[in-house]
Nanobody
Framework: QVQLVESGGGLVQAGGSLRLSCVAS????????MGWFRQAPGKEREFVAA????????DYADSVRGRFSISRDNDKNTVYLQMNRLKPEDTANYYC?????????????????WGQGTQVTVSS
């Protein structure tokens, strides 16, 4: 199991950008597909983006496609979520998660390891 720590959240105005980072411990980072999920107040946690082990395959929720970009640097044991043109409805606690799969998956139940989350607040 890999330990995950997110960072990069904060308060940003609508239309702005943030870059989230998730650093994994250990030397097994490249053995996991990685995903980003988010949970807004009063709502269920939802899928945002995922990336394959190699970083060549990506998947996005319809709500963020074209605005968000997921990437990874296996040498740094880090996965990123670049968020552009942020909207107030993007406000949520963002979590990264690890999946013992080659290809990205969008279903929460497949992910075994989770970070503690980082808060993103988008003001109007």
């Amino acid at each position: 199991q890999v330990q995950l720590v997110e960072s990069g959240g904060g308060l940003v105005q609508a239309g702005g950008s943030l870059r989230l980072s998730c650093v994994a411990s250990g030397r097994t980072f490249s053995s996991y597909a990685m995903g980003w999920f988010r949970q807004a107040p009063g709502k269920e946690r939802e899928f945002v983006a995922a990336i394959s082990r190699s970083g060549l395959t990506r998947d996005y929720a319809d709500s963020v496609r074209g605005r968000f970009s997921i990437s990874r640097d296996n040498d740094k044991n880090t996965v990123y979520l670049q968020m552009n043109r942020l909207k107030p409805e993007d406000t949520a606690n963002y979590y990264c998660a690890a999946d013992e799969a080659i290809l990205p998956r969008s279903t929460e139940r497949w992910y075994d390891c989770w970070g503690q989350g980082t808060q993103v607040t988008v003001s109007s």
